[in-house]
Structures are given as C-alpha cells and as structure tokens.
C-alpha cells in the first residue's frame, strides 16, 4: 500500500536527535535556534527585537504529489514559564503567520525551503525555552518515517532557544565611561593634583606697609600673586589645580610671586631688582620681612 510521505529537516541539524533537557519521551529532530537578546529604550537608542531563523527544507514523495497533499503546522510553546505562551511571533520567509499556523501543500510545490524566524517579544522570560512544531491537520500518512495514523506523536520537530534582557548599549557605554570618570576625579584629586600643584598651609600674610591689608590662604590655594592689575582665574583651573589669590595694589610695579614651600613654609619669587629683608629663599611663620622694590619698601607679615 502506498502511502502518502512527506519529509523535513532544518538545515544543518542532524535527524532524530534525542533532546534531554526537559522532555525525555521526545525522540525527534531538535534545533537550537540561537540566543535572542533585548534591551529597552534610553535616549536615542531605541529597541529592536530580531527574530531567530533557521531553514527548514521540505519535500512530498509522488504518492503525496499525486493525491496532492497538504500538512498545516503550528508553533507550540512548551516552555512553563509565565508569560511565555505569549510574546512570541512566528515567521515564514520574513513574514508574520497568523495564529503561528502555516500550510505547506503539494498542489504549490514539491519541495522547497522556508526560512522559520522566531520573534520574542519583551515581556516574555528571559532564560532557556522551547516548544514543537506540531501538525495540526494533514492528509497525510507518514511525516518523517512517524505513521501519523497509527501514532499519538503529531510534534515534528522541536525548537530550542534563549532569551536575554541586556542593558541598553548607550546606557551601558553612559555608565561605564561615568564610572571611569569618577574614579579618574578621584586619582586626579586625591593622588596627582597636590603633586603637581601643591598647595600651602593654612595661613596669612598680612601687609603693614605702605598699606594696611592682607591675604588669607588655605589648604586649596596654590599661588599668591602680588600685582597692579585685576586678574581673573579660570574656573576649571581653579577646579582641578587650586585657587590663585590675588593681591592688587599699583604699589606691585612688577608681580611677587609666592608658592607652597615645605611645611609651613613659603618660597617667595621677586622680580629682578628688588630686595628682600631679611635675605632668606623661603619665609617662615610668625616672621616680618621687607620687601624693597622700585623705591617703594612693603612691609609683610607671615602668621
């Protein structure tokens, strides 16, 4: 007795693999249909759901042929997780089926291939799933060697996949570089800065002469400038190397330039000509010095 056979297999995919993952009593041919992974929307990155194909290629014998035979398909979600009997679109040659159910018929075409895309949609579990490829209805007999009439197993084959909710690449690639510039601040402002831009004391230097006044600096000042003209420091500059105060007075001809020395100390630059009483390279605290410069003597001092 003839019978009417019809035979399929997804490219690349050994027949009759036994799957052991989660149902032991299906013996058919099991395909992996890759990873699909899903982020959401931030800013101008928008998701986008892929589906995973494979290629399913399909042949009817002559008897199916001559009877001209028809077997309908549909996709079957096995997988117990909640949420997962929806969420998920089906595929045909890059186009949406219905009811995830599609008809294959002798009368269209012998054999052939189909791309079989599978869509997850977000909300559906993330992690391993899977499901079958069943036959609905046919006027068949036999479907890869399985006697669908003397047979309960109408599944043909069985689909295995994994879905994953990664974070969105411009928010990821945000926070890391935001991670990298917070801990680039913190060498920067906790290692690296005071050496390259010490910084002084706590302390004063007040000015007795030829005019009363004077300049209060702390732990973030690293330059004290003496000059006749107004000066504005950059805030950036103020932000990452430290604060420079600025002292002006049209007594300071030429600038008087003092920096962090050791300890309490101060190292004092005069311009080329002017004197400094008593003649020392760095002044110390709770001390008096003069300053002699264009004939016009300052009087400072440190505390």
């Known amino acids: 007795m003839k019978n009417k056979a019809f035979v399929l297999f997804v490219l690349s995919i050994a027949l009759f693999v036994i799957s052991c993952k989660e149902e032991e009593d299906y013996t058919g ?3 992996d249909f890759g990873t699909s992974e899903y982020f959401s929307d931030f800013l101008f990155s928008k998701s986008d ?38 969420n998920i679109q089906f595929y045909i040659n890059n186009q949406q089926v219905i009811d995830n159910e599609f008809i294959l ?10 791309l079989l895309g599978l869509e997850f949609l977000p909300g559906y579990p993330e992690g391993f799933t899977y499901g079958y490829f069943s036959v609905s209805n046919h006027s068949l007999d036999v479907v890869n060697n399985n006697d669908l009439n003397a047979s309960t197993e109408n599944r043909i084959f069985k ?12 928010k990821k690639m945000l926070m890391w570089t935001g991670f990298i510039l917070i801990v680039l601040s913190l060498i920067w402002f906790l ?9 002084f004391k ?8 030829p005019y009363f006044g004077g300049v209060s600096f702390n732990k973030n000042t690293k330059l004290i400038v003496f000059t006749n003209s107004p000066k504005k420091q950059k805030l950036l500059s103020k932000v990452f190397t430290g604060t420079i105060l600025y002292e002006v ?6 600038d008087i330039i003092l920096r962090p020395g050791r300890k309490d100390k101060i190292k004092i630059k005069l311009p080329v000509g002017a004197q400094l009483s008593p003649s020392v390279i760095n002044l110390e605290k709770f001390n008096s010095y003069t300053i002699t410069l264009n004939n016009e003597v300052i009087q400072i001092q440190y505390s």
């Open 159 to 170: 689909w295995e996949a994994n879905y994953k909710v990664i974070m969105n690449p411009i």
């Open 249 to 254: 007075n049209s007594v300071y001809k030429q």
């Open 105 to 114: 018929n002798s009368k269209e075409s012998r054999s052939g291939d189909l």
């Open 202 to 209: 706590k302390g004063r230097l007040q000015i007795l002469k």
């Open 49 to 86: 759901t892929v589906p995973l194909t494979k290629t399913l290629k399909y042949n009817f014998n002559d008897y199916a042929l001559h009877k001209e035979s028809f077997i309908k398909i549909k996709l079957e979600v096995a997988s117990k997780k909640k949420g997962s009997d929806k």
């Open 191 to 199: 290692i690296i800065r005071n050496r390259l831009h010490p910084k």
């Open 29 to 31: 041919p099991t395909t």
